[in-house]
């Protein structure tokens, strides 16, 4: 059980979430979800270029799952064109949502939401014009703050760490009558 639904109805749930949510996620970033893995081992399609937490079970035994989310490349990205590569708003954005969703991907079910505290961007190298994955790891998770980190590297070179963030964010529960349904009845 993820999100306390059924594994693939939550990663349905997400994927919706993830990518369409948000016009900024939609239309501006244009971000994909490729993975929601188990960090007991590493997610399938890229391996860590940077060590995490340790895996397993994190605070009030929540299941700690990786997030991977790709970035395609768009030529308005560009921060610096001598260099090029790409502005670093976009790699605090495509971090914030990443960590984000890994939070929010602890809470227990539909009830509540996460709402960013703080986030924490280490710029490591200068991310090439090119398409980029960002991995977002559970830290912590209690009732009313969770700790996520996320990583950033180059879609074509895992090894090229470009940015990593640690966010905290904080756990709203929804007020009554508000809900997420109309994502969740997209995906049914």
Known sequence: MLLGLPRAQAVAVMRS??????PFARETLGVRLVEVG???GQPRSYRRPVDSPSPGRTGCGTVR???VIRLP???GFIGNPDLPCMHGGVIAALLDHTAGFTA?????D????VSTVNLRVDYVAPA???DHIAIGTLVHAGNKIITADAIVFPENDPSTLVAIARGTFAVN??????????WIEREA
């Open 17 to 22: 979430l993830i990518e369409g949510a948000s």
């Open 38 to 40: 188990l960090s007991a």
């Open 65 to 67: 799952e990786d997030i």
């Open 73 to 75: 490349y768009k030529p």
């Open 104 to 108: 929010w991907a602890a809470l227990p």
């Open 110 to 113: 539909l009830k509540s939401r």
């Open 128 to 130: 090439p014009c090119v």
């Open 173 to 182: 529960r929804l007020k009554e009558g508000q809900n997420i349904s109309k």
